[in-house]
T-cell receptor
Framework: GQQLNQSPQSMFIQEGEDVSMNCTSS?????WLWYKQDPGEGPVLLIA???AGELTSNGRLTAQFGITRKDSFLNISASIPSDVGIYFC???????????WGAGTKLIIKP | DVKVTQSSRYLVKRTGEKVFLECVQD?????MFWYRQDPGLGLRLIYF???????EKGDIPEGYSVSREKKERFSLILESASTNQTSMYLC??????????????FGSGTRLTVV
C-alpha cells in the first residue's frame, strides 16, 4: 500500500536541543496528523492539521501543513527526556478517508 | 475518558494455534481497525470495518480474519499462527466529522510472540 516518506528514521539528540522531522507524499492530502507512541503503548494524537499552510502548536510542539498539500513537518523545541518515543505522521489522500502512515521517527535523547 | 481496550498486553502462542485478539471501544465509533507494527515498517493495516458485520481487507490480510458482531467489538483472528506473525498488534477506532476531521484512538497494543 501507499506509504508516506517520513524522515529521519531515527534521531539521537541531546536534552534541550530542538528537533525537526517531516513527511512527504506523492498525493495531495486534505488532513495531516501527527502521533506519538510511547514505549509499550499505542500512538496518541499530538496535532491535527486541516488546511494548507496551517501552523499549529501544542506546547513545545509545532506542526505545519505544507502549501503544496503534499508535506508536513513537526518541530519539538527544547527536548526533554519524556519526548522519547516514535513519532508518526498520517493522513488520508483526497477522496479517501482511510489513513496512510509514515514509517515513524524514533527519537532518542541522550542525557 | 474515551478508551480502546485490547484484551491482552502480551501473548505467547505456539505455531499452528488459532489466536483471538479482542478489541473493545466505548466511544460509539463506526470505524475500527487492526494494524500490526514491526520495527522500521511503521503501521500496516490488516483489516478494517466501517459497520457491524462489515469488513474490508487492508494491506496485509493474508493469514488473518476478523469479526465484528457488535459495534463496540472488533476481533482479529490468526487462523493458524506462524512465527512470522510475531509482532505488536494495535487496534484503533475512529469517527469522521464533517470537513474531514478525524478522531483515531488506539489501544495499548498486544505484543504477540509465536514460538
Amino acid at each position: 500500500g501507499q506509504q508516506l516518506n517520513q524522515s529521519p528514521q531515527s534521531m539521537f539528540i541531546q536534552e534541550g536541543e530542538d528537533v525537526s522531522m517531516n513527511c512527504t507524499s506523492s498525493s495531495i492530502f486534505n488532513t495531516w496528523l501527527w502521533y506519538k507512541q510511547d514505549p509499550g503503548e499505542g500512538p496518541v494524537l499530538l496535532i491535527a492539521l486541516y488546511k494548507a499552510g496551517e501552523l499549529t502548536s501544542n506546547g513545545r510542539l509545532t506542526a505545519q501543513f505544507g502549501i503544496t498539500r503534499k508535506d508536513s513537518f513537526l518541530n519539538i523545541s527544547a527536548s526533554i527526556p519524556s519526548d522519547v518515543g516514535i513519532y508518526f505522521c498520517a493522513g488520508p489522500p483526497v477522496s479517501n478517508y482511510q489513513l496512510i502512515w509514515g514509517a515513524g521517527t524514533k527519537l532518542i535523547i541522550k542525557p | 475518558d474515551v478508551k480502546v481496550t485490547q484484551s491482552s498486553r502480551y501473548l505467547v502462542k505456539r505455531t499452528g494455534e488459532k489466536v483471538f485478539l479482542e478489541c473493545v471501544q466505548d466511544m460509539d465509533h463506526e470505524n475500527m481497525f487492526w494494524y500490526r507494527q514491526d520495527p522500521g515498517l511503521g503501521l500496516r493495516l490488516i483489516y478494517f470495518s466501517y459497520d457491524v458485520k462489515m469488513k474490508e481487507k487492508g494491506d496485509i490480510p493474508e493469514g488473518y480474519s476478523v469479526s465484528r458482531e457488535k459495534k463496540e467489538r472488533f476481533s482479529l483472528i490468526l487462523e493458524s499462527a506462524s512465527t512470522n506473525q510475531t509482532s505488536m498488534y494495535l487496534c484503533a477506532s475512529s469517527f469522521i466529522l464533517a470537513g474531514a476531521k478525524y478522531g483515531y484512538t488506539f489501544g495499548s497494543g498486544t505484543r504477540l510472540t509465536v514460538v
